[in-house]
Nanobody
Framework: QVQLVESGGGSVQPGGSLRLSCPASGFCSSRYLMSWYRQAPGKERELMAAITSAGSSTNYADPAKGRFTISRDNGKNTVYLQMNSLKPDDTAVYYC????????WGQGTQVTVSS
């Protein structure tokens, strides 16, 4: 059974940090482009960061540049998103996605940034 299960979300004050994890099971995620998306209430889901299968290249959306870091450990079939200097505008449900010949989504993890 194919699964992506995000974890690491929670509530944090502005300026704080969180590290999201997304272990994959049921498929060989090391062959897949892995991405993190987010969706805030009333807004469309947006791509935040992506990393190639070998981890040699990454891309970030403007809101993530300089604050978020995507990484992966193919030995653990896991992709991570380190989020620093969090702002209230970062409040959203964060999803990981795997893309190759098929695409898979996780169920999401809530991140709330509030004082």
């Amino acid at each position: 059974q194919v699964q992506l299960v995000e974890s690491g979300g929670g509530s944090v004050q502005p300026g704080g940090s969180l590290r999201l994890s997304c272990p994959a099971s049921g498929f060989c995620s090391s062959r897949y482009l892995m991405s993190w998306y987010r969706q805030a209430p009333g807004k469309e889901r947006e791509l935040m960061a992506a990393i190639t299968s070998a981890g040699s290249s990454t891309n970030y959306a403007d809101p993530a540049k300089g604050r978020f870091t995507i990484s992966r450990d193919n030995g653990k079939n896991t992709v991570y998103l380190q989020m620093n200097s969090l702002k209230p505008d970062d409040t959203a449900v964060y999803y990981c996605k795997a893309d190759w010949y098929s695409s898979y989504w996780g169920q999401g993890t809530q991140v709330t940034v509030s004082s």
